[in-house]
């Protein structure tokens, strides 16, 4: 089996999503050599596909356009695409799509009209339109068989691989005593509003923390809203209390992990949540939100708090830090969890999809993506419906509802 992989979305700025899929091309090669990947690559991806072995991009084709990709599917058996939208859609292949998450559900006001509006194009269509549908969490097969009605049994959950850390490296900028006599707490996230910094920051600024010693490091890019992010401290009066580093190499992500108290992920939207992962496998106890994926990927060795308060963040920050006995427990349980989520895995789940979704495909399956799908693709669409914030507000409550053995902070 030939597998064509579109790869225009490979970029630096798309975060996990890259990793994910720059994590598949490095072992890919080495796991499943009977069936191998041909890139579809573009100019643009250079910097990235430079960072792989020469074995994973033994077969690649440079393209100037996605549809040019159309050109070389005789070649292949199944089309995937890894981030989020199948493109150019509908083909006459088995198709694949990676399919990560659709915050604009659940957050619109998080996004322009302009960004919805595309969104609810690609995702809706792109999932209907697949022979099969790769789901990185439980939560997103979820989330998209209850938004857009696909069945369950297109889904195939394969969870993501956290890249190997290297050997920790202190960050150069960290100020002096921080990680010795200066503990902190670590948040590694870019400034986006679903990531939910402005409560955390909030949660610094309460009676709960205002006489703790720990502080807060945060990584990762503020998007040009640096002085947004400066004025949210000077109003607060956390200069001094927190540092944000920006972004650090990943010898300093490794560092940070393995000398913090925890990590505390207030995050309101994670399709996975790979800083999860990492911290698992380096020892650090997790202190996230009650909500969407984020006990999918830590299960037991998390302390879960609604993100939504600011109190709640403050008052699960307060006990990572100085609950030593919650501490060693979250610590054994990330360390024994951790190992499930291993790149043998990943390789088995992406071939089970391809597999499934050669068996699917049929040229009636294809003349219904082509005559009445596409069609209908392309007709305008409003706002969401009343239906689908019924269906996202319900999906959100029944994920605030962790297991009764699951470490919660009480109200």
Not at 138 to 157: K, L, N, Q, Y
Not at 242 to 253: D, N, T, W
Not at 390 to 410: G, H, I, V, W, Y
Request: glycine share 6%.
């Amino acid at each position: 089996m030939r597998i064509g992989i579109g790869l225009n979305l490979l970029a630096p700025d798309n975060g996990g999503v890259t990793n994910y899929a720059l994590t598949l091309l490095r072992h890919w090669p080495v796991l499943a050599p009977q069936h191998p990947m041909v890139l579809f690559s573009f100019g643009h991806n250079e910097p990235l596909l430079a960072t792989l072995p020469a074995a994973s991009r033994r077969h690649e084709i440079r393209l100037q356009t996605q549809e040019e990709a159309l050109d070389h599917f005789s070649g292949i058996d199944v089309y995937f695409c890894p981030f989020g939208t199948l493109w150019p859609r509908p083909v006459r292949k088995p198709s694949v799509l990676t399919f990560h998450d659709m915050q604009e559900r659940f957050y619109p006001e998080f996004f322009t009209e302009k960004e919805l509006a595309e969104r609810f194009f690609h995702y809706d269509w792109s999932l209907r339109m697949a022979d099969a549908v790769i789901t990185i969490s439980d939560f997103t097969r979820e989330m998209a068989t209850e938004m857009t009605g696909i069945p369950r049994s297109h889904c195939h959950v394969v969870p993501h691989v956290a890249d190997e850390l290297p050997a920790p490296l202190r960050p150069a900028h960290l100020p002096t005593g921080l990680g010795t006599d200066r503990p902190f707490v670590f948040y590694p996230a870019n400034f986006w509003r679903h990531k939910n910094h402005e409560r955390l920051l909030e949660a610094f600024a309460r009676d709960e923390l205002r006489g703790s010693r720990v502080e807060l490091v945060c990584t990762g890019s503020r998007l040009g809203r640096e002085q947004a992010w400066d004025a949210h401290l000077a109003r607060l009066g956390l200069h001094g209390r927190v540092h944000h580093l920006g972004k650090v190499s990943r010898p300093e992500i490794s560092w940070l992990f393995r000398n913090s108290r925890g990590l505390v992920f207030p995050s309101l939207f994670e399709g996975f949540g790979i800083p999860l992962l990492e911290a698992m496998t380096t020892g650090c106890p997790i202190a996230c939100g009650a909500n969407t994926s984020q006990a999918d990927v830590a299960g037991r060795a998390a302390l879960y708090f609604s993100a939504e308060d600011p109190g709640a963040i403050a008052r699960a920050v307060r006990r990572i830090d100085e609950d030593e006995t919650l501490r060693r427990r979250l610590i054994a349980a990330g360390l024994d969890r951790a190992p499930a989520f291993n790149v043998h895995g990943l390789i088995d789940g992406h071939l089970r999809a391809f597999t499934a979704a050669r068996n699917r495909y049929n040229p009636a399956r294809a003349w219904w993506n082509e005559r009445v799908r596409l069609p209908r693709s392309l007709r305008a669409r409003g706002p969401l419906t009343p239906r689908e914030r019924a269906t996202a507000a319900a999906l959100l409550r029944r994920r605030s509802q962790l297991p009764a053995d699951f470490e919660t902070l009480s109200p």
